[in-house]
């Protein structure tokens, strides 16, 4: 249907009326319902031990799939505000999958671009596609998150094909030139693989273990989706781990701060959202971001991006 829907205006209009009929059944019909009379708050409820990468999971309501990237999901979000006095803080790992990449590749070029505080996918662009960085196309920059973030998935020459609307042609020397530039990643994915099939599983920075039931199945398709899973769970999961830690420590600092008037009300994949009194913003947010940011010793820094705004969206 996402295919079709390129092309012929019928698909893109059912595609158009299926996500608006979900968030209106999922959250505008639903939120108001499921309001706390006591608290006159919407209250989610984190699981621990759904996703497989380690990720918190929300249900009751779901908080982590409102879309941020079109304006029905963001206009959602507005609905979330802090109560009278305060305002909303979000705190958001930038990149940090990327990070995690090169922190267990050890490859020279992304080390480098992280290090140098670099725009990464501009750096990958340049480096796929021959140019300077200045002179890299905002086309150029959108095909080299594409590779950058769809590699991390195992995102194949098919699939990138087409994500990015090009031949599969194009799809795999784009792949191709980026193993050139990036070798370490290619030796990680290749080393990875290798590790799950002997092993059954991979693990986080941290040593902690994620099976994969799936890697030797003799079903092709399954065992190549295992390998898939392989790649990008200890980047998930490095990242679940990450978010924790410093979920616990900025905890600890709350719960010291008498001063300070703070709550952290919830947590969004690498995100985390406080209300804080509008008075005490500037003096949370440097606490905040340093403690998230010293939340793992990776060989890249842990940039931390800060919003303040008076509902979710803004915020964010």
């Not at 509008?278 to 939340?295: F, K, N, Y």
Request: with cysteine; charged share 25%.
């Amino acid at each position: 249907m996402q295919e079709l829907a390129l092309d012929y205006p019928l698909p893109r209009l059912i595609l158009e009326h299926r996500s608006l009929s979900k968030l209106k059944s999922t959250y505008i019909d639903k939120l108001p319902e499921q309001v706390n009379p006591d608290t006159g708050r919407v209250h989610t409820s984190y699981h621990q031990a759904v996703a497989s990468t380690g990720r918190l999971s929300s249900s009751d309501p779901n908080l982590q799939n409102i879309p941020v990237r079109t304006e029905e999901g963001r206009r959602i979000r507005q609905a979330f505000v802090p109560r009278d006095g305060c305002r909303l803080l979000a705190a958001d790992y930038s990149q940090i999958e990327l990070r995690i990449m090169a922190h267990l590749s050890n490859d020279a070029g992304l080390l480098a671009a992280f290090s140098a505080g670099e725009d990464v996918h501009r750096a990958t662009a340049a480096e796929v596609f021959g140019e300077r960085p200045e002179a890299v196309t905002a086309d150029q920059r959108r095909s080299a998150k594409a590779i950058n973030f769809g590699l991390i998935y195992g995102m194949s020459a098919f699939g990138l094909a087409r994500q990015l609307g090009i031949a599969r042609g194009a799809a795999q020397e784009y792949i191709d030139r980026y193993f050139e530039r990036y070798p370490g990643v290619q030796d990680y994915m290749e080393a990875t693989r290798a590790q799950a099939r002997e092993q059954g599983y991979v693990e986080t920075v941290f040593g902690r273990r994620l099976y994969l039931a799936e890697i030797g199945a003799r079903n092709a398709q399954r065992r190549q989706a295992a390998e898939r899973t392989a790649i990008n769970a200890p980047m998930q999961g490095t990242a679940a781990d990450i978010i924790k830690r410093a979920m616990i420590d900025l905890h600890g600092w709350i719960v010291s701060q008498d001063a300070l008037d703070i709550t952290m009300i919830m947590q969004v994949h690498d995100e985390l959202v406080f209300e804080i009194a509008a008075d005490d913003v500037d003096s949370a947010r440097e606490p905040i971001t340093a403690r998230m940011g010293a939340a793992a010793a990776l060989k890249v820094p842990l940039v931390v991006d800060i919003g303040i705004g008076s509902n979710w969206d803004e915020a964010h």
